[in-house]
């Protein structure tokens, strides 16, 4: 099975909230995201094509901002990759038959401020942190919010959670406009042309002599 046939199967079980796809999430892209007012859950999806070379680096970053994490895979990649995954990640099975749990995604623990606000633009975080009466936020740059983030314990986790999912859900519409914006002026655009390849003259071959009549 292949990445889109498995999102088939994924998305009419995402009940409620919003849904995003290929959502950025600290140096990679989370495959679909559902997001409600309660919790965001982040899930993966490898394919029968797919490797799980990334595997590492996608489980810190969605361990870093999601409450739940879930990686949905082919019988193909089962055995290897549960020894990639702590006890928390939930799995599940894709196959032709639909989605068969292996096991349930726990809550997660992780979470941190900072990535969790890198989420939002970074107007949207100072908004926030003004909201809390926190001064001298406004004229902070992205590291020093992070930094701030890190080390303080004036923004309660909580909170900040709240407020991220809350934004992420409002911008839904504002990026399903943007995108069928997008597709509208790729339709709109005449199809490119292929270049002509340069025709290669084929090399003449001397003619050999013929050899003299007996």
Same mark, same amino acid.
């Given at each position: 099975?292949?990445?889109?046939?498995?999102?088939?199967?994924?998305?009419?079980? &995402?009940? @409620? @909230?919003?849904?995003?796809?290929?959502?950025? %999430? *600290?140096? !990679? +892209?989370?495959?679909?995201?559902?997001?409600?007012?309660?919790?965001?859950?982040?899930?993966?999806?490898?394919?029968?094509?797919?490797?799980?070379?990334?595997?590492?680096?996608? &489980?810190?970053?969605?361990?870093?901002?999601?409450?739940?994490? !879930?990686?949905?895979? !082919?019988?193909?990649?089962?055995?290897?990759? &549960?020894?990639?995954?702590?006890?928390?990640?939930?799995?599940?099975?894709?196959?032709?038959? *639909?989605?068969?749990?292996?096991?349930?995604?726990?809550?997660?623990?992780?979470?941190?401020?900072?990535?969790?606000?890198?989420?939002?633009?970074?107007?949207?975080?100072?908004?926030? &942190?003004?909201?809390?009466?926190?001064?001298?936020?406004?004229?902070?740059?992205? #590291?020093?919010?992070?930094?701030?983030? #890190? %080390? %303080?314990?004036?923004?309660?986790?909580? @909170?900040?959670?709240?407020?991220?999912?809350?934004?992420?859900?409002? +911008?839904?519409?504002? +990026?399903?406009?943007?995108?069928?914006?997008?597709?509208?002026?790729?339709? +709109?655009?005449?199809? #490119?042309?292929?270049?002509?390849?340069?025709?290669?003259?084929?090399?003449?071959?001397?003619?050999?002599? #013929?050899?003299?009549?007996?």
């Amino acid at each position: 099975m292949n990445d889109p046939e498995i999102r088939a199967l994924l998305y009419p079980l &995402l009940l @409620g @909230g919003v849904r995003i796809d290929e959502l950025p %999430t *600290g140096t !990679t +892209r989370a495959d679909v995201v559902h997001i409600t007012e309660h919790f965001m859950h982040g899930y993966e999806v490898k394919g029968d094509g797919d490797t799980l070379q990334r595997v590492a680096n996608q &489980l810190r970053c969605y361990g870093e901002v999601y409450d739940f994490v !879930t990686f949905i895979v !082919t019988e193909k990649h089962l055995a290897k990759l &549960l020894p990639l995954l702590p006890e928390w990640v939930g799995v599940q099975v894709a196959s032709a038959e *639909g989605l068969r749990p292996h096991r349930a995604a726990a809550y997660n623990a992780t979470v941190e401020r900072a990535p969790l606000a890198r989420l939002l633009l970074l107007e949207e975080v100072k908004q926030y &942190l003004l909201s809390l009466g926190l001064v001298g936020v406004s004229t902070l740059r992205l #590291r020093e919010v992070s930094q701030f983030l #890190r %080390t %303080t314990q004036l923004v309660p986790l909580s @909170g900040l959670a709240q407020f991220v999912r809350a934004r992420l859900m409002a +911008r839904l519409p504002e +990026r399903l406009l943007l995108r069928a914006e997008r597709k509208a002026e790729r339709e +709109r655009l005449p199809p #490119r042309r292929k270049k002509a390849r340069p025709k290669v003259k084929k090399k003449v071959k001397p003619a050999g002599r #013929r050899k003299a009549a007996l």
